[in-house]
């Protein structure tokens, strides 16, 4: 009888090993034939499944999950499911089938809609399921009841995972709005630089966590992103404005023009002027800003701007 398939309450009178819940309908190792897979199947109990070795795809409601060595995954009564076996290494796992009778399942309210429990290889849960099989094959109450308290740490542990991870990305929501104000802060005051305290009292974080958590959002530290936005704000400023080269040098924080230029040319491996002298209106004429113009004071003579090709 293939009590994992059945109804919780006719299962009961099966599992007598089991006093009260968790009540184990199935506890075992699979290796996947190859090529090997199911979909739409739905249980009418839990389910944990533990990845032993090999990689697969995990489905559950039409979201399709990549599960691999450690990953636990959980799926609930009536819940439509499938997995398959991916090519490669043989896909091999531990399914453990359990239900809580008429008591309702604490799963429910510690996993929060999850299926995705995370990646425990080397970790106690991987050891925990093994036991689970282990135990599971070996009648008697005293081996019942060392399955269902394996049973229950593992949806302890797992569980924990799961609220960790929230928790994880609800700080890392409230964080990036708080980069967010850092960079835009940033952008906003291209003539000042970076004031450390200030972006420090501005988002409420260290400013080495500012750095490392900058870099994980956007992926350049605060510093890479001043350069940037100020080499971005001089080409608009030289192709929009009637600003001289020393002028918009100073608009973006250099006080000292050869130290621009040298920064600017460094990034964009040319001139100011010369970025402004390679762009072409529709009739092959260049366009001349009144900085481009300018530029003959600021250039050597050997580099001064021609105003035709």
Known sequence: MDLAALH????????????????????????APRDW?????TLKQYALNYVIGGRGEF????????????????????????????PGRPFISITVVFHFAHMPCPAEE??????????FDGHAVEHQFAELVAKYRQPGLENGLLCQSLLLSILAETSRRVAEGRQDAAVSRKNLARLVLVKNHIESRLDT????????????LTWNYVIAEFKKAFGITPMQFL?????TKAKELALQSPLSFGEIAARVGYNDIHAFGKMFKKKTGMSLSDFCSSLYDADHHIRWPKAVHDAA??????????KSR
């Open 8 to 31: 919780p309450q006719e299962t009961l009178e099966a599992l007598s090993d089991f006093r009260f819940p968790p009540y184990i309908s199935l506890a075992h190792i699979f290796h």
């Open 37 to 41: 897979g199911f979909a739409g199947r």
């Open 59 to 86: 489905t559950v409601e039409d979201n399709v999950h990549p599960v691999e060595k450690g990953d636990v995954f959980f799926y609930r009564p009536y819940e439509t499911h499938g997995l398959r076996a991916l």
């Open 110 to 119: 510690l996993l929060e809609g999850a299926h995705m429990l995370g990646r």
């Open 193 to 204: 630089g970076l004031n450390v305290e200030e972006i420090e009292r501005l988002s409420g």
């Open 227 to 231: 350069i940037w936005a100020r080499v």
């Open 297 to 306: 004071a600021d250039e050597p003579a050997d580099r001064k701007i021609r």
